[in-house]
């Protein structure tokens, strides 16, 4: 939520694109996790739905680059979301690399 709230800041002229974009793919983090774990009784559908939650969340690192380049948001507001997106990063790379643990048996 703090990435949409942010935003309220970024230019009326960054409404229909930087704005946009950053907000869906932050959005699509979270959203990408809850659809994988609906389907953890599919091993590779978890994994391709977290896959998909990874690709969100490198994308929204990108807007996050951006809105620091364009001087949207200042360096500590930026790295403090960059560390926790790290975390998020490496907890889905956990996750993927061991879905075994989360994918409910099927017998």
Not at 20 to 37: K, M, N
Not at 53 to 61: I, K, Q, R
């Amino acid at each position: 939520m703090e990435i949409f709230y942010l935003t309220h800041t970024f230019p009326k002229e960054e409404k229909y694109s930087l704005t946009d974009q950053i907000r869906r793919s932050s959005r699509s983090v979270c959203s990408g996790i809850s659809e994988a774990w609906a389907k953890r009784i599919y091993p590779k559908s978890f994994v391709n739905k977290l896959t998909d939650s990874l690709g969100e969340e490198y994308e929204t690192e990108t807007w996050l680059n951006y809105s620091k380049d364009c001087k949207y948001i200042d360096e500590k507001t930026f790295e403090e979301l960059m560390d926790r997106y790290n975390e998020v990063r490496r907890m889905l790379i956990s996750m993927i690399n061991n879905s075994d643990k989360f994918c409910k048996n099927r017998s």
